[in-house]
C-alpha cells in the first residue's frame, strides 16, 4: 500500500511540474506582441482660431499597449492644441530618442490613456 501512495504522489508532483512548464510556454510568446509599433513620421496640422491650421512635423512615432497607427493623428492634434481627447493626457517622456533625432533638436514626448502610449519626437514649445 505505501509503494503505490508514493507513485501516485510523484505523479502528482510530476503533473504539476509539467503544468507549470506548459503555463510558462503559454506566456511566454505575449511578452513580444505588447512591443511599440512603429509608425511612420507625419505631420499635425493642430488647429487655430482665425487662422489656418498649424503644421507640426513629428518623427519616431511609435504606438503601444493598443493604440494604433490610427489614431495618432486624432490624438497628437488634440493634445498638441490643448484639447485632448477623451482619457489622453500629455506625460512626462522617460525613454531616450535616437541619437539621430537628438541631433536634430527633437525631444522626446509622450501622451497615454490608460495602457495605451504614444510615443514622438517634437520640437519644443
Given at each position: 500500500?505505501?509503494?503505490?501512495?508514493?507513485?501516485?504522489?510523484?505523479?502528482?508532483?510530476?503533473?504539476?511540474?509539467a503544468s507549470l512548464a506548459g503555463t510558462a510556454i503559454v506566456v511566454a510568446p505575449v511578452a513580444p506582441?505588447?512591443?511599440?509599433?512603429?509608425?511612420a513620421n507625419t505631420v499635425i496640422k493642430i488647429p487655430r482660431e482665425g487662422a489656418k491650421p498649424y503644421?507640426?512635423?513629428?518623427?519616431?512615432?511609435?504606438?503601444?499597449?493598443?493604440?494604433?497607427?490610427?489614431?495618432?493623428?486624432?490624438?497628437?492634434?488634440?493634445?498638441?492644441?490643448?484639447?485632448?481627447?477623451?482619457?489622453?493626457?500629455?506625460?512626462?517622456?522617460?525613454?531616450?530618442?535616437?541619437?539621430?533625432?537628438?541631433?536634430?533638436?527633437?525631444?522626446?514626448?509622450?501622451?497615454?490613456?490608460?495602457?495605451?502610449?504614444?510615443?514622438?519626437?517634437?520640437?519644443?514649445?
Amino acid at each position: 500500500m505505501k509503494s503505490k501512495l508514493h507513485l501516485g504522489r510523484g505523479a502528482a508532483i510530476l503533473a504539476c511540474a509539467a503544468s507549470l512548464a506548459g503555463t510558462a510556454i503559454v506566456v511566454a510568446p505575449v511578452a513580444p506582441a505588447a512591443a511599440a509599433t512603429k509608425c511612420a513620421n507625419t505631420v499635425i496640422k493642430i488647429p487655430r482660431e482665425g487662422a489656418k491650421p498649424y503644421p507640426y512635423p513629428v518623427k519616431g512615432v511609435e504606438v503601444e499597449g493598443g493604440a494604433t497607427c490610427g489614431e495618432v493623428n486624432k490624438v497628437l492634434a488634440g493634445v498638441l492644441s490643448g484639447n485632448p481627447p477623451a482619457g489622453w493626457k500629455s506625460v512626462p517622456a522617460r525613454y531616450e530618442l535616437p541619437k539621430k533625432l537628438q541631433e536634430e533638436g527633437l525631444l522626446a514626448q509622450m501622451v497615454k490613456k490608460g495602457s495605451k502610449k504614444i510615443k514622438f519626437a517634437g520640437h519644443g514649445g
